[in-house]
């Protein structure tokens, strides 16, 4: 599958209790330094070729799918990945390259840019998570804390800044037809847990 890197960053760090603390305010501009002894939560802007997700049940609710974006060949997609602590320095290296030709470009105003072609990262990471950039419907809310603990399977992992958990649950796709980007989830968070994605992307259970 021929997937690019637009540009990503660090979203979440393992704690000295082994705990993954995610930042729900951390930001291009406000990114989260890596951890330095255990795996980090990486936060990763993609595009995908229409052609090898069609009857995926999560990215074809994508907008890039509505009848405005037919002719649109691509799907812009979020995936959030683990990355081990011994790969961090080389996938922030190539990232921070990445970020940094996309900088360049939309100072231009250019939307043509090499963009970083995920076999070359595969390895460093597993995906835990994906979810369309902007949905066709938009009344579909994406709760990222309830994604991950789910879907994600991480259910180590807290939250910074601590807010109150949202009242309304978000609908559970059926199991029957998973994303071809997701992976079955973990019961705790280890560095064996990154097994890397060998080129392409994992199985997961199936969630707005």
């Keep these: 599958m021929n997937v690019t890197v637009l540009n990503g960053y660090c979203v979440g760090t393992t704690q000295p209790n082994n705990k993954l603390e995610v930042s729900t305010e951390a930001d291009e501009i ?5 951890s330095q002894g255990g795996p980090s939560l ?13 009857g995926d049940p999560i990215l074809t609710e994508s907008v890039d799918f509505s009848q405005e974006n037919i002719t649109k060949l691509t799907v812009e997609a979020e995936v959030f990945a683990i990355v ?24 231009k105003k250019s939307k043509k840019y090499k963009a970083l072609d995920f076999a070359s990262i595969a390895n460093s ?8 950039k902007a949905y066709a419907n938009p009344e579909v809310k994406f709760d990222l804390k309830y994604a991950l603990l789910t879907t994600g399977g991480l259910n ?6 601590s807010t109150p958990r949202t009242e309304e649950r978000l609908k559970i ?8 980007l997701q992976q079955q989830p973990t019961s705790r968070l280890s560095e064996s847990d990154v097994e890397g994605s060998a080129g392409c992307f994992s199985f997961l259970r199936c969630t707005r």
């Design 156 to 161: 180590y992992v807290t939250f910074s800044p």
């Design 42 to 54: 990486f936060k990763l802007f993609v595009q995908i070729p229409k052609d090898s997700v069609l």
């Design 173 to 180: 796709l059926s199991t029957s037809a998973p994303s071809i």
């Design 125 to 132: 990471c597993n995906p835990v998570l994906v979810k369309p």
């Design 30 to 34: 406000n990114p989260i330094v890596p």
């Design 84 to 107: 081990r602590s011994n790969d961090t320095k080389h996938f922030v290296h190539i990232l921070d390259k990445t970020n940094e030709e996309k900088r360049k470009q939309d100072k």
